[in-house]
């Protein structure tokens, strides 16, 4: 089951890495973390703080912008070029073609949020002191290796990203200790995003099980918007709303994940919060994420298995 399951996640992984909106959309991560320099440039007392902040929130946004897009067509483009059908015909179940391309996804997403944030890191390296010489070097050093590798090995060229992603992360997380605060919210912040993201994909399978893509789409996004508001709607006053919006909305924060689980505040993610650390944070809200993770793919096995694909 567990070699099954993996041939069909790197199989969707390599699909993933070869599409045209994931690279448009990591290049507009890069910019908005370029703008956050800018931005950060015209704040002379906080300029880290603003750096890090919105750099952290803008992987986070176009994180879930790639989830849905993956989520909502990885499934369906194998279905319209009727690539499942060769698929399913060989001893394989439903149920682990499903987990196969969640986990496709989540590893694609794994890749793009650590190539962020360890750019973000390296941005960071440089504002707090580092030596951009080195870092360029390393950066550029890296970039030679890899096409070299590419180069001389062309099979290998779809998993390069995972390499180059985890080596700019590790890189940035060293160079970055100059200012602690600030590399403790990006990388608090990138672990707390990619088990968001899982919660978000494996919503998007579940939809794309029984669904078109534009409809898909348009249902996660929804989850994902009543999830970043379940803390408001459970606490709903009554007394200016009625009882009945009240209620209403008590009941909808518990049926849709919480996802104010991954935005904690900055005290929280700096280690200055009080009766709760980083690290146990970030334990509970994977163990969240997996717990739904599991039951939304369970759900979407059983609507999957009765589809009709004739």
């Known amino acids: 089951m567990i070699t099954r ?3 069909i ?65 990885s499934l369906y483009r194998e279905l319209e070029l009727k690539t499942i059908f060769p698929i399913l015909a060989r001893p394989i179940r439903r149920s682990e073609y499903l987990v196969g391309k969640l986990f496709g996804t989540v590893l694609t997403l794994a890749v793009f949020v650590a190539m962020n944030g360890g750019a973000l890191l390296l941005a960071i390296a440089v ?8 870092v360029l070097g390393g950066v550029l050093g890296a970039a030679a290796v890899l096409g070299l590798v590419a180069w001389r090995k062309p099979r290998f060229r779809t998993y390069l990203p995972i390499v180059t992603a985890a080596a700019v992360l590790v890189f940035g997380f060293v160079l970055s200790a100059g200012a602690p605060d600030d590399r403790r919210v990006v990388a608090g912040s990138a672990v707390l995003t990619l088990c968001e993201v899982l919660v978000v994909a494996s919503v998007a399978t579940l939809f794309s099980a029984f669904s078109s893509p534009f409809l898909t789409a348009v249902f ?14 459970a606490k709903l006053p009554a007394r200016l709303f009625g009882s009945a919006i009240h209620d209403a909305g008590a009941f909808v924060a518990k049926i849709v994940p919480n996802l104010m689980w991954y935005v904690p505040p900055r005290a929280l993610l700096t280690g200055e919060g009080v009766g709760e650390t980083l690290g146990a944070h970030v334990l509970l809200s994977a163990g969240y994420a997996a717990c739904w993770a599991i039951a939304l793919l369970t759900v979407a096995a059983i ?8």
Not at 16 to 27: N, P
Not at 220 to 233: C, M, P, Q
Not at 303 to 310: E, I, N, T
């Open 127 to 134: 504002l707090a002191g580092g030596s951009l010489a080195l």
């Open 5 to 7: 399951v993996a041939v």
């Open 220 to 233: 996660t996004i929804s989850v994902f918007v009543v999830g970043r508001s379940a803390d408001a709607l």
């Open 303 to 310: 609507v999957f298995k009765r589809r009709d694909f004739m």
């Open 9 to 73: 996640a790197l199989n969707a992984y390599r699909e993933a890495v070869r599409a045209r909106i994931l690279h448009g959309l990591f290049a507009l991560a890069l910019a908005t973390a370029g703008y956050a320099l800018v931005v950060g440039a015209y704040a002379s007392r906080s300029r880290m703080r603003v750096v890090s902040d919105l750099g952290s929130a803008s992987i986070s946004l176009y994180a879930i912008a790639v989830a849905v897009v993956l989520g909502a067509t």
